[in-house]
């Protein structure tokens, strides 16, 4: 198992922002996190991520409880990128790039940041500065920084919010032709069910903190007896029971 | 410590320096004006006051290396709130550098923040007022130290509030130096205070870097215990901010400030 999360719980002050939740994510896996706003899911993915601290519960990366790894020896291995956070806005995108490149120690620099250049459309405004750039052309650099230490895992916060549907499909046909090339872990967070029946292997839904259920997109589908994903989710957010 | 990711946050930094001409002016244009403007009261003090009437410069050279503590202090904060103002933070935090080498980046960078702001101010003052800092001599060199360690320990304190209160705290950045700078005897002896605050000036770097530089210049003698007991200070006070950096930071990770600074 490539992340294992057992038993995590967050509680901000009395807040119960993550309730007791566990989970196993294997690798070269792509697993999406689903749930409602607020339903603890930008919490859990910083807690992966090193941002927050848990108040109970561990969680293990190849079987070792990451709060034991140094901090550069396990963040060398993530990336994480999301529409609400966003590269210096005065750097043009190549110098962003090659901070970050040099950030994450990679190797082989001005190759590695042309390659991914290339492969994300970017290279035409290499020389711009990032703030000056369209919401779409923003996401592709911030795919291209996720990217450019070839993480191990990749978290994804609603990867292709804001993006009008070709650049979308653009955004999830790159991250599909990366996986398939690339050895690579994703957690996906989306409220976007068709981007998560395409790309997931498996999805957990979240609510108020808790886990509610999880499985395939097929095997929740048949099990809620819904026609796709969206019904499926609509029913497991609006329900009021535990399932 | 990993010098190329020290060198990569610093470089982060100089980029956006070089791609913004307005914030070149904006570091030169303060101390400038500054200089100015002391160096015309200094020079009134010098032709009226019978305490300055033989020392040319004590009050300019003290605006010069105040401004020099308070262009480091600012510098550091500034590349912090940077982060915060570009929602670039958790980027920042996420990737593989510790936090010690976030505290040495934002330290050494800050020098060439604080430099580019005040060395055409220094060199302003020499034609406009007679007026240079070199005068100092070689223990020019130790009292600019002891400065930009304080300065650096305020910088370092003011974005443990950034991290533990978040961009809130962005006010008491620019007011935090301006607190301290009474009591710090820039422009007057100590024994201007009452004798209550001087024991809480004694307890501050600034009170022995500035007397030092007072007798440096009118005495044209050097107490090196004066220069050694401002260094000491002013690395206990640095690592103070270290500790307080690092509780913050633990404090953040504990609150989940991280995740969402800025919002």
């Known amino acids: ?243 | 410590m990993n010098f190329n990711r020290i060198y990569a946050l610093g470089l982060r930094h100089l980029y956006l320096i070089i791609n913004s001409f307005p914030r070149v002016l904006d570091l030169i244009y303060w101390p400038t004006v500054q200089i100015f403007l002391w160096g015309f009261i200094s020079k009134f003090f010098t032709l009226n006051s019978e305490y300055y009437n033989n020392t040319v410069g004590v009050i300019l050279t003290a605006a010069i290396l105040y401004d020099f503590l308070f262009r480091a202090s600012i510098s550091f904060n500034m590349m912090f709130l940077e982060e915060i103002w570009s929602r670039n933070f958790t980027n920042l935090f996420i990737a593989p550098i510790r936090i010690r080498e976030i505290i040495a980046a934002l330290t050494l960078t800050a020098i060439i923040r604080t430099l580019i702001g005040l060395i055409p101010a220094v060199l302003i003052a020499i034609p406009l007022f007679g007026v240079s800092v070199l005068k100092l001599g070689v223990p020019l060199i130790f009292l600019l130290l002891a400065l930009y360690l304080f300065g650096i320990t305020l910088g370092l304190l003011v974005t443990s509030g950034l991290l533990r209160y978040g961009p809130s705290f962005e006010n008491i950045a620019w007011a935090s130096l301006f607190f301290l700078a009474p009591l710090g005897c820039i422009y007057y002896p100590i024994e201007i205070l009452p004798t209550s605050l001087q024991i809480i000036a004694k307890s501050l770097p600034l009170v022995h870097i500035f007397e030092e530089m007072r007798n440096i210049l009118m005495n044209s003698s050097v107490n090196y215990l004066n220069i050694f007991k401002s260094i000491s200070i002013s690395v206990a006070y640095f690592i103070f901010g270290v500790i307080i950096f690092y509780i913050s930071y633990f404090g953040a990770k504990k609150r989940g400030t991280l995740i969402n600074m800025g919002e």
């Open chain 1, 1 to 243: 198992m490539l992340i294992e999360v057992k038993n995590l719980t967050k509680i901000y002050n009395k807040y119960l922002a993550v309730n007791n939740i566990s989970f196993e994510i294997k690798k070269n896996k792509t697993v999406g996190l689903l749930g409602p706003n607020g339903c603890g899911k930008t919490t859990t993915i910083g807690m992966i991520l090193g941002l927050v601290t848990p108040s109970s519960g561990e969680i293990k990366f190849e079987d070792k409880n990451i709060s034991l790894f140094k901090r550069d020896e396990i963040l060398k291995k993530f990336n994480f990128a999301s529409p609400y956070i966003e590269l210096p806005k005065k750097l043009t995108v190549k110098q962003n790039l090659e901070i970050y490149g040099r950030l994450y120690g990679v190797d082989n620099l001005d190759k590695t940041i042309n390659d991914i250049s290339v492969d994300l459309d970017i290279k035409n405004f290499f020389e711009r500065k990032t703030g000056e750039l369209s919401s779409g052309q923003k996401n592709r650099v911030s795919l291209a920084k996720s990217l450019i230490n070839k993480p191990e895992v990749l978290l994804l916060d609603e990867p292709t919010a804001s993006l009008d549907p070709d650049i979308g499909d653009f955004v999830r046909s790159y991250i599909q032709d990366y996986k398939s090339k690339n050895e690579i872990t994703l957690l996906l967070a989306s409220h976007n069910m068709s981007e998560v029946e395409r790309l997931c292997d498996s999805v957990i839904m979240m609510r108020n903190g808790k886990i509610i259920d999880n499985g395939t997109c097929e095997e929740l589908i048949k099990k809620h007896g819904r026609d796709n994903l969206e019904d499926t989710f609509l029913k497991l957010a609006r329900s009021k029971d535990e399932l």
